[in-house]
């Protein structure tokens, strides 16, 4: 792992924005995963400034979201689908139909896992994933758990998760359910970039670094991926 730890939000946001903006650039038809909260939005803000000046096209790239809630709607303001549209490509020239989530609704998870594995192996498979990771170390919606998993996968959502996100949802109650893609979905991208800032993240940040690989901290299994580029501010490394 590359670590990399920065002053402020706004630096990490160029930095891994830079990231993305550089490998479209050389690769226009690039496969790119995506992640959803408040960490990446910097990132977004940067790729999209850029397309804003002629500076990239996104417009050959190809688009995979890490998960989505069940049973919420598509387009209600708090799926994820709604958050990429909102704060990425709603402001990038990314063609729709190029665009893929989960769908959290899909009547049988299993056919819709086996449909979105299909759909990133026939796109050529992930060139670069943007992860953050959440206080108990989940990247995507992979909780803690006694095995790392695969392909994606409907997950119950544990407490920290529930309450982290909660604060979102002021219409409904937040969904106890995801669709997520799996550990082993995530591990075959063939780049990662990696980014958390703030204190509350510092315990995952140094589990995910320093520790023991478990599926306790699904995070650590990056130690095991031979690209993974971390950019942290300085709460975020406190503890390394
Ligand atoms: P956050 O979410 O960026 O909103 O903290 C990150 C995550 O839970 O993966």
């Known amino acids: 792992m590359d670590v990399f730890i920065l002053d402020t939000k706004e630096e990490i946001g160029q930095k891994a924005g830079k990231i993305y903006v550089d490998f479209v650039k050389a690769k226009p038809n690039a496969v790119m995963g995506f992640a959803t909260g408040i960490t990446p939005i910097p990132t977004y803000n940067y790729m999209a400034e850029e397309c804003a000046k002629g500076n990239v096209s996104f417009s050959q790239m190809t688009t995979f979201n890490l998960d989505e809630y069940c049973d919420l709607p598509k387009e209600h303001k708090n799926s994820f689908y709604m958050f990429m549209m909102d704060n990425l490509f709603s402001k990038i020239d990314v063609k729709p139909e190029n665009i893929n989530f989960l769908d959290g609704n899909a009547p049988d998870w299993q056919a819709e896992s086996k449909r979105y594995a299909d ?6 498979g992930i060139d670069v994933q943007f992860l953050g990771i959440g206080r108990n170390g989940h990247i995507g919606f992979n909780e803690p758990a006694e095995e790392f998993t695969d392909e994606a996968f409907k997950v119950k959502l544990t407490d920290s998760t529930i309450e982290a ?6 219409d409904i109650a937040m969904p106890r359910y995801a669709m997520t893609m799996g550990i082993g979905s995530i591990m075959r991208a063939k780049k990662i970039v990696f980014v958390a800032t703030g204190k509350a993240k510092a315990e995952a940040v140094k ?17 095991k991926h031979n690209d993974v580029t971390v950019f942290l501010d300085k709460d975020a490394a406190s503890l390394l």
């Open 207 to 223: 589990e995910m670094i320093k520790g023991e690989v478990t599926p306790h901290c699904p995070a650590s299994i990056l130690q």
């Open 119 to 124: 759909a990133i192996i026939n796109a050529g």
């Open 165 to 170: 996100n909660s604060i979102y949802f002021d």
